[in-house]
């Protein structure tokens, strides 16, 4: 088993592909294996979803808007600003962790697919996961 921490280059607020700053962040990776990636955030997820059309990362932003706006007069939790409390709605909806196999030491995604950071907040620092891989 393997474990490490890291951080992400700090991203705009919206759905960013990153499965190439998680690759490089590896070391070798073993032939067979498990890669557990797991996000320390609550106001932004990681999810994996279509990578080849930048669109998709523009619908997904509107919908989950739409979906979850900002300043919902119900709300209770505001003291971190209009954008908090959706931002943790939204981490809920999507996860904080996704599971990629590894085959022939590469993660094996689908033909179409990529990790995305799913940044809810409208200022962020860089978010920090752990990458696990089981052997």
């Not at 997820?45 to 990362?57: C, G, M």
């Not at 907040?121 to 752990?130: D, M």
Request: with cysteine.
């Amino acid at each position: 088993m393997w474990q490490k921490e890291f951080t992400l280059s700090a991203k705009r607020r919206g759905y960013h592909i990153i499965t190439n700053e998680i690759v490089s962040q590896m070391e070798d990776l073993p032939q067979v294996g498990i890669l557990n990636l797991f996000i320390k955030h609550t106001s932004a997820a990681i999810t994996i979803n279509e990578a080849a059309d930048p669109d998709v990362l523009t619908d997904f932003e509107s919908i989950f808007n739409k979906i979850v706006p900002e300043n919902m007069p119900f709300l209770t939790h505001t003291i971190e600003g209009p954008d908090d409390m959706p931002a943790h709605i939204k981490a809920a909806m999507i996860g904080n962790a996704v599971t990629i196999p590894i085959t022939n030491g590469r993660l094996n995604l689908g033909t179409w697919q990529g990790v995305y950071l799913c940044e809810f907040r409208n200022s962020a620092s860089g978010r920090k996961l752990v990458a696990t891989i089981i052997e």
